[in-house]
């Protein structure tokens, strides 16, 4: 059955994983994200301005 041969019976304790890459990949994602949107409403303005 699946999880019989897990022989570390240490208890999880909350908060002891390293997430620093979770962190910087989540960074990207919201840099990116914001970026992404600002150009879209760039082009928006730019669009709107020059009546496209």
């Given at each position: 059955?699946?999880?019989?041969?897990?022989?570390?019976?240490?208890?999880?304790?909350?908060?002891?994983?390293?997430?620093?890459?979770?962190?910087?990949?989540?960074?990207?994602?919201?840099?990116m994200?914001?970026?992404?949107?600002?150009?879209?409403?760039?082009?928006?303005?730019?669009?709107?301005?020059?009546?496209?």
């Amino acid at each position: 059955m699946a999880g019989d041969d897990h022989q570390d019976d240490t208890p999880h304790v909350h908060g002891t994983m390293d997430v620093s890459t979770q962190e910087k990949t989540f960074a990207g994602f919201v840099r990116m994200t914001t970026w992404g949107a600002g150009i879209a409403i760039g082009i928006l303005i730019f669009m709107a301005l020059v009546n496209a």
